[in-house]
């Protein structure tokens, strides 16, 4: 068995703890959260890949940017985890930037498209 097999059939990107009593309200504080050059917020952007909740209440964000020369890389981490941090119930934040799989405009929502110009 090749490295190729093992990976078939694991997605591209982590599913979510959806299923967690705070991650509405943690996709809520991050969608306040905007690219400075894009008038949408991050998470309708489709910049956020997987949001993970354990159980001791520990939020682990893996988001990318849409593309790698982004100018606020060093910062855009932090103004999630400064959005998720003041969540009641909400115990640790760890942001985590990935490039794979890279962004697409196909990862947007509707309603990001919508809002720009897109449909």
């Known amino acids: 068995m090749n490295d190729l097999e093992n990976l078939e059939g694991t997605p591209l990107i982590k599913p979510s703890t959806t299923d967690h009593d705070l991650y509405d309200t943690i996709v809520e504080g991050i969608r306040t959260v905007f690219d400075?050059?894009?008038?949408?917020?991050?998470?309708?952007?489709?910049?956020?890949?997987?949001?993970?909740?354990?159980?001791?209440?520990?939020?682990?964000?893996?988001?990318t940017l849409t593309a790698p020369g982004c100018p606020v890389a060093g910062e855009m981490p932090g103004w999630v985890a400064e959005a998720i941090?003041?969540?009641a119930g909400v115990k640790q934040v760890d942001v985590e930037l990935?490039?794979?799989p890279p962004w697409g405009m196909d990862m947007m929502s509707d309603e990001a498209r919508l809002e720009l110009g897109f449909m």
């Open 85 to 87: 941090e003041p969540i």
């Open 36 to 63: 400075p050059e894009i008038p949408v917020n991050i998470y309708d952007l489709g910049l956020v890949y997987t949001i993970e909740i354990n159980d001791q209440n520990e939020v682990n964000v893996i988001m």
């Open 98 to 100: 990935t490039w794979e």
